[in-house]
């Protein structure tokens, strides 16, 4: 692929991305986390494939830029659905303190 091609691939996702997250609702945010997460190994995978392929300078920038930002949006996705999960988990009870007023 030329590097006009990749670019245009690039650009178009990056529009592509914000339409799909900003349709998103906040009530379906945390059960569509998983799977989005999924599709972000998938753009990593592709990514580091792209890289691997270019054929100057360019080329192997956006790929590494896109690969570093994928890894980003991975990572984040894991923290975020791991902390919005642990809103869900039931709260401990204070522990009754020792020697209380008589």
Avoid: Y
């Avoid at 569509?32 to 580091?48: E, F, K, P, R």
């Avoid at 930002?69 to 988990?89: P, S």
């Amino acid at each position: 692929m030329d590097g006009i091609a990749l670019l245009t691939i690039f650009i178009l996702s990056i529009f592509v991305g914000f339409e799909v997250v900003s349709k998103v609702s906040a009530v379906l945010h945390t059960p569509l986390m998983s799977g989005a997460n999924a599709i972000h190994g998938v753009v990593v995978m592709g990514a580091i494939i792209v890289a691997g392929k270019a054929q100057n300078n360019v080329e192997l920038a956006i790929a590494l830029i896109a690969v570093l930002l994928g890894a980003i949006n991975l990572v984040g996705g894991f923290v975020v659905t791991d902390r919005m999960l642990e809103m869900f988990k039931p709260k401990k009870a204070p522990a009754a303190k020792e020697g209380g007023a008589a």
